[in-house]
């Protein structure tokens, strides 16, 4: 015997399940707010002399960048508030990418800080330090078994660069002993105590990791879409993660702090995904290594057009999902340690709800007012609730946002058109658009593929604003929400 299902049946199926999912992200939002967060305390900085700061190596990954954007950011290294003597800039260009080699000798000469180490192929004999670290380290669970099992020819990007710059840095520094290591972006401008800040932090903590804003989040509405992902999740979400090392963590790629014996010990960085972000935090906190979060943000790029913004969300998504995979299996994550680590990840997998979610449950809403009854009244009380917690949710959004903008944009009515342009029905258009690199993402992780560095195009749209801040000597723009007592508002 068949049952019938008819289209008001079917229609209230799909309302339920849409509400539920609903609900559920709400959950999952309320859960990662209930984490504390562990924000360094900056000043325990103060108590240290010289000869207890850290020793600092900072790696700078590029590839085919403007000569531009790299003279950007390292005149925001410029004034570092750090001893000289305690920290090195070290470029990493691939050796093959000769044009953006050259420019780094060019920058050298203005800027007495910065190296320049260009990576050679995988096949050179300078990379055996690091096949010689992966043999005797089972921690590189990659190199020993799988697939690419004591594969060499690592794929071109990032990862690679920073794996071998790393041994080739430890091997430098093997007389000296332990030292902090850092990398940002081609386009990353860390603010003057971004090392102070992780000398105080390494004080408590073993990783640390800065926030992020966008300093061009008023150029065009792509960026202004785009930096609005930066002041939800780094700014506000992200912090949570610390969970005095309850919770597993990612880092954010860029702005953070390792001990250099921590990644030997560990083995360095997976470089089979196509980001390594969230596989060396986990990894990092799978084995008791806990996460301090630096409040004083970075000030990046964000790409000006949809295009270029769904490339590099696509490669997020899929490093997602390929960190969520077998490096969990093969970290040791019980059942309950991997249902964490998704929790991570489904507030961006469930961005598309709001647009979904939001217009289905106010029409039901108007529909029961008006005395319609194809819905049960509970499943009207669920659209409600959805309804009130969405309007807290954005709220508390917007608040904390307005409060970030303090950081790049100084005159008031900047901040307000910044605003106007990420109101809720603009907001839902981009969330919508989130689908397609999630889409994307989701058939790379299928197809093993985002193994090639397919850069984010980077434009020095923040030149004016980092020599403002930086190399006239004026002090960052600080919102007075983010001192240590009152940090804990606004994430």
Same mark, same amino acid.
């Given at each position: 015997m068949g049952v019938n299902f008819d289209s008001g049946t079917i229609l209230v199926a799909m309302f339920v399940c849409v509400q539920l999912l609903y609900f559920g992200s709400f959950l999952v939002d309320f859960y990662l707010f209930s984490r504390p967060v562990n924000w360094v305390e900056v000043e325990n900085a103060d108590l240290l002399s010289e000869a207890e700061f850290p020793y600092i190596v900072l790696f700078y990954p590029v590839l085919r960048e403007l000569e531009e954007t790299m003279r950007t950011t390292f005149t925001s290294l410029t004034d570092m508030d750090y001893p000289a003597a305690r920290y090195r800039v070290v470029a990493i260009p691939n050796a093959d990418d000769q044009e953006t080699v050259a420019s780094l000798r060019r920058l050298a000469s203005e800027f007495d800080f910065l190296e320049v180490m260009p990576v050679p192929a995988t096949t050179d004999p300078s990379w055996d330090n690091v096949w010689q670290s992966w043999d005797a380290n089972s921690h590189a669970y990659w190199w020993h078994h799988g697939p690419r099992a004591y594969a060499r020819n690592l794929p071109p990007k990032k990862t690679r660069q920073l794996v071998y710059a790393f041994y080739r840095m430890v091997d430098e520094h093997e007389e000296m *002993?332990? /030292?902090? %290591?850092n990398y940002i972006d081609a386009d990353s401008a860390p603010p003057k105590d971004h090392f102070k800040a992780a000398a105080a932090g390494m004080l408590r903590y073993d990783v640390l990791q800065a926030t992020n804003v966008a300093g061009n989040l008023n150029d065009t509405m792509a960026s202004t879409w785009h930096s609005f992902d930066h002041m939800v999740w780094d700014g506000r979400k992200y912090p949570h993660l610390s969970a005095n090392g309850r919770h597993p963590y990612w880092v954010l790629g860029k702005g953070l702090f390792f001990r250099a014996s921590d990644l030997v010990e560990l083995g360095g960085f997976h470089p089979w995904i196509t980001i390594e972000d969230p596989e060396v935090g986990m990894r990092?906190?799978?084995h008791g290594r806990r996460l301090g979060v630096i409040a004083n943000p970075l000030i990046e790029e964000v790409p000006n057009t949809i295009y270029h913004g769904i490339t590099q969300r696509k490669r997020w998504v899929a490093g997602f999902f390929q960190s969520l995979d077998v490096?969990?299996? $093969?970290? *040791? /994550?019980?059942?309950? $340690?991997?249902?964490?680590?998704w929790m991570n990840f489904l507030p961006c997998m469930s961005l598309?709800?709001?647009? %979904?979610?939001?217009?289905i449950g106010i029409w039901a809403i108007a529909d029961y007012m008006q005395g319609g009854n194809i819905l049960p009244a509970w499943a009207v009380g669920l659209s409600l609730f959805n309804l009130a917690l969405f309007i807290g949710s954005l709220a508390f959004i917007y608040w904390s946002t307005w409060r970030r903008t303090a950081f790049v944009l100084k005159r008031r009515r900047d901040r307000i058109w910044y605003m106007i342009r990420i109101n809720p029905l603009s907001i839902m258009v981009f969330w919508l658009i989130w689908l397609i690199p999630l889409w994307i993402g989701w058939r790379m992780y299928r197809k093993d593929g985002g193994l090639v560095w397919e850069r984010t195009v980077k434009i020095n749209a923040n030149e004016e604003l980092v020599r403002e %801040?930086?190399?006239?000597?004026? $002090?960052p723009p600080t919102a007075p929400i983010f001192t240590r007592e009152k940090a804990g508002v606004i994430a």
């Amino acid at each position: 015997m068949g049952v019938n299902f008819d289209s008001g049946t079917i229609l209230v199926a799909m309302f339920v399940c849409v509400q539920l999912l609903y609900f559920g992200s709400f959950l999952v939002d309320f859960y990662l707010f209930s984490r504390p967060v562990n924000w360094v305390e900056v000043e325990n900085a103060d108590l240290l002399s010289e000869a207890e700061f850290p020793y600092i190596v900072l790696f700078y990954p590029v590839l085919r960048e403007l000569e531009e954007t790299m003279r950007t950011t390292f005149t925001s290294l410029t004034d570092m508030d750090y001893p000289a003597a305690r920290y090195r800039v070290v470029a990493i260009p691939n050796a093959d990418d000769q044009e953006t080699v050259a420019s780094l000798r060019r920058l050298a000469s203005e800027f007495d800080f910065l190296e320049v180490m260009p990576v050679p192929a995988t096949t050179d004999p300078s990379w055996d330090n690091v096949w010689q670290s992966w043999d005797a380290n089972s921690h590189a669970y990659w190199w020993h078994h799988g697939p690419r099992a004591y594969a060499r020819n690592l794929p071109p990007k990032k990862t690679r660069q920073l794996v071998y710059a790393f041994y080739r840095m430890v091997d430098e520094h093997e007389e000296m *002993g332990d /030292f902090l %290591v850092n990398y940002i972006d081609a386009d990353s401008a860390p603010p003057k105590d971004h090392f102070k800040a992780a000398a105080a932090g390494m004080l408590r903590y073993d990783v640390l990791q800065a926030t992020n804003v966008a300093g061009n989040l008023n150029d065009t509405m792509a960026s202004t879409w785009h930096s609005f992902d930066h002041m939800v999740w780094d700014g506000r979400k992200y912090p949570h993660l610390s969970a005095n090392g309850r919770h597993p963590y990612w880092v954010l790629g860029k702005g953070l702090f390792f001990r250099a014996s921590d990644l030997v010990e560990l083995g360095g960085f997976h470089p089979w995904i196509t980001i390594e972000d969230p596989e060396v935090g986990m990894r990092m906190w799978k084995h008791g290594r806990r996460l301090g979060v630096i409040a004083n943000p970075l000030i990046e790029e964000v790409p000006n057009t949809i295009y270029h913004g769904i490339t590099q969300r696509k490669r997020w998504v899929a490093g997602f999902f390929q960190s969520l995979d077998v490096p969990l299996r $093969e970290m *040791g /994550f019980t059942f309950g $340690e991997r249902v964490k680590a998704w929790m991570n990840f489904l507030p961006c997998m469930s961005l598309w709800l709001n647009a %979904v979610g939001l217009p289905i449950g106010i029409w039901a809403i108007a529909d029961y007012m008006q005395g319609g009854n194809i819905l049960p009244a509970w499943a009207v009380g669920l659209s409600l609730f959805n309804l009130a917690l969405f309007i807290g949710s954005l709220a508390f959004i917007y608040w904390s946002t307005w409060r970030r903008t303090a950081f790049v944009l100084k005159r008031r009515r900047d901040r307000i058109w910044y605003m106007i342009r990420i109101n809720p029905l603009s907001i839902m258009v981009f969330w919508l658009i989130w689908l397609i690199p999630l889409w994307i993402g989701w058939r790379m992780y299928r197809k093993d593929g985002g193994l090639v560095w397919e850069r984010t195009v980077k434009i020095n749209a923040n030149e004016e604003l980092v020599r403002e %801040v930086h190399g006239q000597g004026i $002090e960052p723009p600080t919102a007075p929400i983010f001192t240590r007592e009152k940090a804990g508002v606004i994430a």
